[in-house]
Every structure is written in structure tokens, then in C-alpha cells.
């Protein structure tokens, strides 16, 4: 017969800090989880619903810069009879309308945590004017 305490769950106790308690317990809700499972799941090595986030304030400073060098370049040659004004206002068109993408982008990023490790999607799922701008954007994308 086989011994009793082998069957038995064990249990394994850690102490945080209420700083790490708050960001695993986060990470836990945003998978619809709690931080015991949470916790459990990821020692194990379990990959859960990953979040991918990258660096957003850079991504916008880049997305930023570009914006004014093309918007530079485009009137260094406007004038000059190589950009015509029909294409002078498609990209002026285009311009406008990636700044709708960068507005909705930036009203996104109130959402994700300094560090860039955590996106609170309760907050999220609330902002129904948000989650109507992410809907347009994907529809016009996949255009």
C-alpha cells in the first residue's frame, strides 16, 4: 500500500512584498486567474496568455519623428513641381489620419503600467469610447 504522505498535495509558502503581492496579483486578474494559481502556473514554466507589450512612449517618439520627416521632406519638395498637390493632399490625408491611430494609441497607454509590464484590461473593458476607436482602427487596417 502506498505511503499516505506521497499522495498528499505539498505546499510551498513565499513572502512578497506588497508591491510584488499587488503586480502578481494583477498579472493574476488580467488572466482571469487568481495569484495562487497565477503563481503556481508560472513556476511550473507554464507560458499564460502572454502579454506582449513593447516600450510605447518609444514606439510613439519614433512614430513621432518619422511623422515630421516625412511631413519635412514633403514640403521641401512641394513647390518644386515633384510632389503635385493631388499628392501633396493624399499625404496630407494619410498624415491625419495615422494621427488618429497615434491619439488612440496614446489614450491606450493610460491603461498600461509604467514599467510596461502590466495592462489593466478591467480599466480597459470599461472605456467604451476607447474600445469603439481599437475597433475602427483593426477594421481600417486590415483594409
Not at 18 to 29: P, R, S
Not at 64 to 87: C, F, I, P
Amino acid at each position: 500500500m502506498p505511503d499516505q504522505n506521497h499522495k498528499k498535495a505539498k505546499t510551498i509558502n513565499i513572502n512578497l512584498t506588497e508591491a510584488e503581492y499587488e503586480k502578481v496579483k494583477q498579472l493574476a486578474e488580467v488572466r482571469d486567474l487568481n495569484p495562487t494559481a497565477y503563481t503556481r502556473l508560472t513556476a511550473l514554466g507554464n507560458r499564460i496568455k502572454p502579454t506582449v507589450i513593447y516600450p510605447a512612449d518609444e514606439r510613439i517618439s519614433d512614430l513621432e519623428k518619422e511623422n515630421e520627416a516625412l511631413k519635412t521632406k514633403l514640403m521641401d519638395h512641394y513647390g518644386q513641381d515633384k510632389v503635385s498637390k493631388e499628392d501633396f493632399e493624399h499625404l496630407e490625408e494619410q498624415y491625419y489620419r495615422y494621427e488618429d491611430y497615434v491619439n488612440t494609441f496614446k489614450a491606450f497607454l493610460q491603461y498600461v503600467q509604467s514599467d510596461a509590464e502590466y495592462i489593466n484590461l478591467n480599466g480597459y473593458k470599461n472605456d467604451e469610447k476607447l474600445k469603439a476607436e481599437i475597433r475602427d482602427a483593426i477594421k481600417e487596417l486590415k483594409e
